[in-house]
């Protein structure tokens, strides 16, 4: 679709595709303008590879699903995309990592596990890890890095083992989680505990 297209569909479909309620008024009304904004000056890659496919694939023999939201040829390069309403901020170069730093570390993980599902579509790794963090429209890339992978990929494998093995279905109350991302509150006997 052209862009007036897209900016029409994006604010016919917003309200049925944000499903989670919001606190108030005013944090909804800026992602709804953010994301506007975003539409409205986008560019789209040329000759896009993927465009929001999912996929099965297997670390360890324990099944993952993934949805890669975009992968394209750029100067040459293989660039595997997540769209990202978080403001993450790009790598601060310090030689001692900063919050910032070791919290792109953490959503980095995410790309590097689809490289594994990208690889096995395409028979390569993509060549740089880029977010777009369209609310502030700012785009953080990263050179893969076979050696991140490896640790990348040990680490979902161990932490897929922790949910298996695990027994103990406490709840894990969270105020924020509870209240507006989680699909089942109104049944949850923990949640509505809690609000009294």
């Not at 324990?62 to 403001?87: P, R, T």
Request: aromatic content about 12%.
């Amino acid at each position: 679709m052209d862009k007036d297209d897209a900016v029409e569909y994006y604010c016919r479909k917003f309200p049925d595709c944000t499903r989670c309620g919001v606190p108030n008024h005013n944090i909804s009304t800026s992602y709804f303008q953010s994301g506007l904004a975003y539409v409205k000056s986008m560019e789209l890659p040329p000759n896009p590879i993927v465009i929001e496919r999912r996929g099965s694939f297997e670390i360890d023999n324990k099944s993952f699903v993934g949805i890669i939201d975009c992968a394209y040829l750029e100067n040459g390069k293989m660039i595997l995309q997540d769209h990202k309403s978080h403001d993450l901020k790009p790598r601060s170069g310090r030689e001692k990592p900063t919050k910032s730093d070791i919290e792109l570390d953490r959503y980095l993980r995410q790309l590097y596990i689809y490289s594994a599902l990208f690889k096995d579509w395409t028979g390569a790794y993509p060549d740089v890890l880029r977010f777009n963090c369209y609310r502030t429209q700012t785009e953080i890339s990263e050179e893969f890095d076979p050696e991140v992978l490896k640790s990348v990929l040990n680490w979902a494998s161990l932490l897929a083992e922790r949910i298996i093995d695990n027994d103990d279905w406490s709840p894990n109350i969270d105020y924020w989680k509870c209240r507006y991302l989680c699909d089942v509150n109104q049944e949850c006997e923990y949640h509505q505990a809690n609000r009294r």
